[in-house]
């Protein structure tokens, strides 16, 4: 993996499409895009000013881990054109070397299919308001952090750059999406889930919750695309920390939500600078994530 810090990617061989929270697309002909994934970290839906060091790195590498993983149960966007032939100028391609990949173009599926396994976050202060996560009614009783009966299909809608997802019943997304594809998407995303959080758990995670994104191919079929279970989409917690009625210590950017909460600051941009050491110890914790999720299995 690369060990350079990229804060925003700067191609000129190739056209920039858009620029994500962290990630930058550019266009490859008229059938692939290069995904280029930076160091930069948003929290509260706001790009804070100080990059991750190997933060991309590790999101590239342990998305293509999970992509190949699930291969033979979930067709991913990812081609077989080598970045060589995407971006040839050798000191181009060097820049984001590690941290960028060649995928197929599909059209994205406008809803954020998310996955809880356990009563945390927003599906918590839902729970303790309503008694239910997204329409789905909740034994009472349940407790924060507790594992759910079952894992739930809780979709969102998809907000551009600065704005929040929101929350959405099944019916909502049968409406944006149409039954059929609402349906498989949420099949898709519970057997994903299902499967890495067994996974993870032999490993010494437990993978909370998680955020997949889908889109369709020329024939129509469901394909998973951006990015795979992943310490920016998922909820990654330390199994041996792990505390029902607590919220547990985690791998993933809660580490820094938790520390910007301390602030005096509106959560509106810009965001405030992150001190050194938080900023290594959450490069530390993705990287931790990432040696235990891909060790030899």
Known sequence: MSASVLFESSLHSVPLLARGKVRDIYAVGSEHLLIVTTDRLSAFDVVLPDPIPGKGAVLTTLSNFWFDYFK??????????????????????????????????????????????????????????????CGIMLPAGLRQAEQLPQPIFTPSTKADAGHHDENIDFATACTILGGNYAAKVRELSLHLYQAAARYALARGIVIADTKFEFGTDERGGVVWIDEALTPDSSRFWPAADYRVGHSPPSYDKQFVRDYLETLDWNKRPPGPHLPPEIIQQTAAKYHEALVLLTAAR
Not at 78 to 90: C, I, K, Q, Y
Not at 92 to 115: N, Q, T, Y
């Open 72 to 133: 033979d149960s979930a067709p991913n966007h990812l081609s077989a054109m080598p970045l060589v032939e995407a971006v040839p100028d050798a000191r181009e391609r060097e820049s984001i070397e590690g941290r960028a990949v060649v995928v197929k173009r599909f059209k994205p599926l406008m809803v954020e299919a998310v996955v809880r396994g356990y009563l945390i976050g927003s599906g918590w202060k839902d729970y303790q308001r309503t008694g239910a996560v």
